[in-house]
């Protein structure tokens, strides 16, 4: 119960006793009411027993028993004494009532108290006194969320697929429970970390296990939190907040988004001293400046480091920087088996399988995956979650979800199924191409048909030969259109592969130095953005000569690779014919089908998943089931752009 609601309560008990009290105190028995002229009426007549005069009623008792009352009118009556003794009525004198002394008090004082209660009462609200806080006097109030000690339960158990970034943060756990083992070699302990790495990859998990092995208070906060409409309002919460954690040291202060305050100085049309700049001034101070803040460890993470200002980098302040990346194959297969725990899974689910067949996810991608699983399972009305589920739930997060209920007709269907049959034939025979996993012309996302690549191994970087094998299946797809109905029967499928593919030439030319004739130079230069500081208009670093003769070496690439793919489809063309036919037939084929037509056979029937055993993974070949860099649906032939 909060306090509004007891002041509400016990108004309500205060304002109930005083009507009891005065229910108590003021007794009303029956009588009737008479008019003034009525009551000298039975006087006259001989029907009065006995009143009571007071100053404006008389009450009394007729002869008969029954009770009345009367109101004196406002001028005196001189008679009514006389006509009373006149009458034999006996009368009585009632004294003024006086109220005590308490009671005087009371009734004074009880206006003002409850001025007083209704001022409190607004003011509590404007100061955010009610659950969610907030009002207008609590803007200079930090917004951090203090978790206690025993609140906490995340451990580094919880955390899995990052062990260099543990290692990297299990000093500030050893330092937060033990500090005399650093300083008695005189070692300090790092003021801040920066946490960097792509979204979802566990930064804040791994934070508050930081906070859940150490055994500290825990302040979380967001970097938009600090930045209101008013000015000086971010850097009052800064100072709040820091105070705070003095009060609780040692302790952590988790600042999640940092670069939401934290960017560059100077930035921005007018470079003008913001709002944001004067709290990412208070942060500094606050972090390394003349005050110590012996205790207090700052943890940040952010996935735009290059953005930061620079004095927030520094030793002293962010300390160290720990790169959290994209789980490898282990990590990954670490991250299913930690958020496979409260999922009942079936025997045939191996961790390690799916791990391979998931490149490039993400932590939050990997327990996405679980949960699509589940609920896949849950659709069938399954006790367990099998591999069949997982399968679902990787090509509905790789390729996108079915859309089966679209209508389209056989002709577009077949122009469909020659398209992704001539992506999947020349990436299976261009050198140093992720093998095909899976390709299909039911409709899913934005697209009418997906040719699902996968890598065999982690990759980080990738060679020329795989670069231009890459733009050969990306044209694959067109040509094999152009083969089957003709030039002009070529439909607008292939724009978005025309648009990766050309991205590709143009930066294998100027960025990458993969080009002969013009040699390892970089001839374009990413463009930054005003609010960073950049400036608004890049300025020409190539002449015109240089750009045509960019222009010419693109072409060149793009023509030759062309070229390659034709002549890879025109010596296939049966191998072409055969796949299309299985498309329409089965409208998904895998890995092992593929291999089926590639050899010159017919493809088999589609797997039943309640034929295989545990171990089979997600194709029968286990080239498709390997790792690598790219993001899911990065490597989605005909993927969300592409609608044939």
């Known amino acids: ?199 979802g990859t566990g930064k804040t998990l791994l934070a508050k296990a930081i906070a859940g092995e150490a055994k500290v208070p825990f302040f979380s906060i967001s970097g938009s939190d600090f930045v209101e409409m008013f000015v000086g309002v971010g850097a009052s919460r800064v100072r709040d907040m820091f105070d705070q954690a003095k009060k609780h040291a040692p302790c952590i202060i988790f600042i999640d988004e940092i670069d939401a305050v934290g960017r560059s100085r100077g930035a921005g049309l007018g470079g003008g001293h913001d709002e944001r700049e004067q709290t990412l001034n208070q942060l500094l101070v606050e972090m390394d400046g003349f005050d110590a803040n012996d205790g207090i460890i700052v943890i940040a993470a952010t996935n735009r480091p290059d953005v930061l200002d620079p004095a927030l980098l520094r030793p002293g302040r962010f300390d160290r920087q720990v790169t959290v990346p994209l789980p490898d194959i282990r990590g990954r297969e670490q991250v299913l088996k930690v958020h496979m725990r409260p999922v009942p899974v079936a025997e045939d689910v191996e961790p390690g399988v799916i791990a391979r067949g998931t490149p490039g996810f ?115 797809g067109r040509l094999a259109e152009e083969m089957t109905l003709g030039f002009d029967g070529v439909t607008t499928g292939a724009s978005n592969d025309i648009e990766r593919a050309t991205k590709m030439a143009r930066a294998m030319v100027t960025k990458w130095g993969l080009s002969e004739k013009m040699g390892p130079l970089a001839y374009e230069e990413d463009e930054g953005e005003v609010f960073l500081g950049k400036q608004m208009s890049q300025r020409k670093h190539v002449s015109e000569q240089t750009s045509e003769e960019i222009d010419r070496e693109v072409r060149a690439i793009i023509d030759s690779c062309y070229s390659r793919a034709k002549t890879i489809l025109e010596e296939n063309r049966d191998k072409l014919d055969l796949m299309a036919e299985a498309l329409m037939q089965y409208e998904t084929i895998d890995a092992a089908q593929i291999e089926d037509i590639m050899s010159g056979h017919k493809p088999r029937p589609p797997r039943d998943w309640r034929d295989q055993g545990p171990g089979n993974g997600t194709s029968a070949s286990s080239d498709s089931e390997a790792a690598g860099d790219a993001k899911p649906g990065d490597d989605a032939i005909g993927g969300p752009a592409n609608t044939h």
């Open 362 to 476: 993400s932590g939050a991608d990997l327990a996405n995956l679980v949960n699509e699983a589940a609920l896949f399972a849950a659709r069938a009305n399954k006790r367990m979650v099998s591999m069949e589920d997982f399968e679902k739930a990787k090509d509905k997060i790789l390729m996108g979800a079915e859309r089966r209920s679209m209508v389209m007709s056989e002709k577009e269907k077949l122009n469909t199924a020659y398209h992704e049959s001539g992506h999947a034939i020349v990436g299976r025979l261009v050198p140093d191409h992720d093998p095909v996993y899976k390709v299909s012309i039911i409709p899913r996302g934005r697209a009418l048909g997906v040719t699902m690549y996968l890598p065999e191994e982690d990759k980080y970087s990738q060679s020329k030969r795989a670069i231009e094998s890459a733009i050969c299946s990306l044209y694959g």
């Open 1 to 199: 119960m909060n306090d509004m609601t007891k002041n509400i309560v016990l108004w309500l008990v205060i304002a109930g006793v005083l009507y009891v009290v005065a229910s108590s105190i003021n007794p009303q028995p029956s009588q009737q009411m008479l008019n003034y002229s009525s009551f000298i009426h039975s006087v006259e007549s001989g029907n009065v027993d006995q009143v009571t005069i007071g100053d404006t009623r008389i009450s009394g008792q007729m002869k008969d028993g029954s009770r009345f009352e009367t109101v004196k009118p406002p001028a005196m009556d001189t008679n009514l004494i006389p006509t009373l003794i006149q009458n034999k009525v006996q009368v009585t004198g009632k004294e003024p009532e006086r109220q005590g002394f308490l009671t005087q008090l009371f009734l004074s004082v009880l206006p003002i108290l409850l001025i007083l209660a209704i001022f409190i009462f607004f003011m509590r609200q404007m100061q955010g006194g009610g659950k969610g806080g907030g009002g207008p006097m609590t803007f200079g109030k930090s917004k951090a969320r203090l978790m206690g000690e025993d609140q906490i339960k995340t451990t580094f158990a919880d955390v899995a697929g990052v062990e260099e970034a543990k290692e990297e943060v299990q000093e500030l756990v050893e330092f937060l429970r033990d500090p005399a083992k650093f300083q008695r070699l005189g070692g300090k302990i790092p003021r801040g970390v920066l946490m960097v790495g792509s979204p």
